[in-house]
């Protein structure tokens, strides 16, 4: 694959990612970044996004963590599904959530994925393991 054919695949995962009236972008999250097996995004956080206690609800962190990692997972090409997670959380402060993932391993079945989310601070507040089943290509856009 050439650069200019790996870069117009992350450009259109991101579109994808970030298009109007799905999941993600309706809750404000967004992905800003993606790379080979990597990629970021973040959350302005508001008032929809806590639970009673007045913090950061925990499927914030799982979905800005599977929109990241399944955004890197596909990066090589392939579309993905979670079949698994693994997580820890801890209270967020500040009004912006950024979300990381980087792979662990990226094969043409199964790939794994570390990601992680920090606060306004640079806390780490939710860490998880991502788990895909990939399957060759994508849908038409």
């Known amino acids: ?70 955004a890197a997972a596909c990066s090589r090409g392939s579309m993905c599904r979670t079949v698994d997670c693994e997580r820890f959380f801890t209270p967020a402060r500040g009004g912006k959530l950024y979300s990381h993932a980087q792979a662990i391993r990226m094969g043409r079945s199964i790939t794994v994925m570390r990601a992680w989310v920090t606060d306004g601070e640079g806390t780490t507040c939710a860490e998880g393991t991502y788990t895909f089943r990939m399957k060759p290509g994508f849908p038409a856009e």
């Open 1 to 70: 694959m050439t650069p200019q054919e790996q870069n117009e695949i992350y450009e259109m995962l991101v579109r994808r990612a970030n298009r109007p009236g799905t999941f993600t972008a309706v809750n404000g999250l967004r992905v800003t970044s993606l790379g080979d097996g990597c990629a970021e995004g973040e959350a302005d956080l508001t008032d929809r996004h806590l639970n009673p206690l007045g913090i950061p609800h925990g499927g914030v962190y799982c979905t800005m963590m599977d929109q990241v990692a399944g």
